[in-house]
């Protein structure tokens, strides 16, 4: 059956860098403007940060990718992003990360901590910035983030260069100081370039950000366990009859 982990097969045709389809017309164009116009678009609006960072398979760490996360706040301990490969107006949406505060990480089953990866490192790094925004402007948001933990599944795997989304998603990894969490070079470089900033400078600017006092060791748990996960789909019996109350 299909799996995270393995090749997606038979694909249309095109380069990948969008999906394969006829262009929009005319008719396309006034049918957005006109929803655009009389909808509420409510929980788009409420996205109110652009983040820039990197990610790692977890049933491949020696794939890594940048990602951009568009963030919405629910409530102090909890937000939730939509990720795009890029910032781009055709970027594709490749995933969604949930944000969640350390309090509510703690009440979670050990089985669904290990789903979770830490941010403190991401963040002390330099590696998780918001483009074009001063950094003394993110400071507050950062020593909150620092303690965070976060889910991130992929369902679009566009740097194998896939052209749909193919099989399962994929649970993805944050950065980490060590081994294979460690962001290659020349990806940080093109995100630098591009935003004209230095992770190297972020970095020691944030050197004094507080870190939490403790990580929960069943985060990041291939650091503990030398492990990543890949999701197998299997086919199973529907569940026909409902259970009486």
Not at 14 to 39: L, R, W, Y
Not at 60 to 76: C, E, F, G, K, S
Not at 123 to 130: E, T
Request: glycine residues 6%.
């Amino acid at each position: 059956m299909a799996s995270s982990d393995a090749n997606p097969g038979a694909m249309p045709p095109g380069d990948g860098s969008v999906p394969p389809g006829k262009p929009m017309t005319v008719g396309h164009h006034i049918v957005d403007k006109g929803a655009e116009m009389m909808q509420s678009l409510k929980p788009i609006k409420k996205m109110s940060q652009h983040v820039c960072t990197f990610a790692i398979y977890s049933h491949d760490m020696t794939r890594q990718i940048q990602t951009h996360h568009y963030v919405t706040r629910l409530n102090q301990d909890f937000l939730q992003c939509a990720v795009y490969d890029s910032d781009d107006s055709s970027a594709r949406l490749i995933g969604v990360e949930y944000i969640i505060s350390g309090g509510i990480f703690e009440s979670l089953s050990p089985e669904e901590q290990k789903l979770w990866h830490s941010h403190a490192h991401e963040i002390k790094s330099g590696l998780w910035v918001n483009p074009r925004v001063p950094e003394m402007v993110v400071r507050p948001e950062l020593e909150n983030l620092a303690k965070t933990y976060g889910k991130f599944w992929c369902t679009w795997q566009t740097d194998r260069g896939d052209k749909l989304p193919m099989g399962p998603p994929a649970l993805m990894m944050s950065p980490q100081e060590l081994d294979l969490g460690i962001v290659k070079l020349d990806l940080v470089k093109k995100r630098d370039d591009k935003y004209n900033i230095s992770t190297d400078a972020l970095k020691t600017a944030r050197a004094e950000l507080p870190a939490p006092e403790r990580i929960n060791p069943q985060a990041d748990y291939w650091k503990q366990n030398g492990k990543g996960f890949a999701i197998d789909v299997e086919s199973t019996e529907m569940k026909k009859i409902t259970a009486f109350p």
